[in-house]
């Protein structure tokens, strides 16, 4: 189906449940295997899959076989072919953290969805129309790919979030994509936005702007926006403004670093061998 000019699947044209926003056990030792192997092979990777740059890899035709199948092979199969990169996840501990998330979703939903609505309503509306926000209802346009700012609108949850970036449409649909790691999610004590899907974005605003001027224009608009709503409250500052303590901390394993770029949920390229004090190798320097 469409949504918003977005094809999406069938599996991904879903709402929030207590059971589906965060993610499974199987794709998690996947997704830690590849890091895994990324982490003893001295490479930078991004957490959504490898991006390899030109040469990085010893043997590309390896590091193809080994992403492709961490994606195909049952996990039993994996374990015995790579079982220097297989991750060790204690069970028990994963399921524990699985109990307290769904904790966190039971209590934070009935929460907000006792919200007034008229007035959630009179103030979403006061701050778009007010600030020269347009509402649209596609993401495949050249506004909706523009720099600027956005507000994603959860009419179910009455709820918010703003944020201004780079690229509009493709943080948005970054949103939309994500699923949290049980591990961090403990740590929050609201559910971020990239817990919920698709379905549960109802309205989109935006003002564009050009790249140069998103500094101005996430400085002219910071304090107008109605917090009480958002769903970037689960940080100190208001995430994806002036805080790296983004609530999207949780989508990512330990030890890779995620960068707050003007309120985008951008992730850069982690060098992680510099990080572990790993002398490269020469051919690295090269």
């Known amino acids: 189906m469409k949504y918003f000019g ?15 926003f965060f ?42 076989e080994v992403t492709n ?31 307290e998330a769904q904790q966190l979703f039971d209590t934070f939903i009935p929460k907000v969805k006792r919200r007034k609505r008229a007035r959630y309503e009179d103030e979403i509306m006061e701050f778009c129309q007010d600030n020269g926000f347009q509402q649209i209802d596609s993401l495949r346009t050249h506004t909706a790919r523009s720099a600027g700012a956005y507000v994603i609108v959860l009419d179910d949850y009455l709820s918010i979030y703003f ?15 994500a699923l949290l790691d049980l591990d961090a999610i403990t740590s929050l004590d609201a559910l971020p936005i990239d817990a919920f899907k698709p379905l549960d974005t109802t309205r989109i605003f935006v003002r564009t702007t050009e790249k140069r001027n998103l500094e101005k224009l996430k400085n002219e608009l910071t304090d107008l926006v109605p917090y009480r709503y958002t769903l970037n409250q689960s940080s100190p500052g208001l995430p994806g403004i002036n805080s790296k303590q983004e609530t999207n901390l ?23 061998a ?11 320097k090269k």
Do not use: C
């Not at 830690?32 to 890899?57: E, M, S």
């Not at 199948?69 to 079982?83: F, T, V």
């Open 69 to 99: 199948l961490a994606s195909r092979l049952p996990l039993e199969q994996l374990q015995r072919r790579y079982p220097d990169y297989y991750p060790l996840i204690n069970k028990s501990q994963w399921l524990q953290h699985r109990d």
């Open 163 to 177: 944020s201004v970036v780079p690229n509009i449409a493709t943080a948005i649909t970054a949103h939309w994509d």
């Open 6 to 20: 977005v094809t999406l699947a069938s599996a991904e044209a879903t709402h929030i449940t207590r059971d589906n």
């Open 274 to 284: 510099r990080e572990l004090n790993i002398h490269p190798r020469k051919d690295d």
């Open 23 to 64: 993610e499974p056990l199987d794709l998690t030792i996947r997704k830690r295997l590849l890091f895994n192997y990324a982490l003893k092979n001295r490479r930078w990777i991004k957490v959504n899959g490898f991006l390899r740059r030109p040469g990085d890899w010893i043997n590309e035709q390896e590091a193809f």
């Open 250 to 272: 949780a989508l990512f394993p330990k030890g890779v670093e995620v960068h707050d770029a003007m309120g985008g949920y951008e992730l850069f390229e982690y060098d992680l």
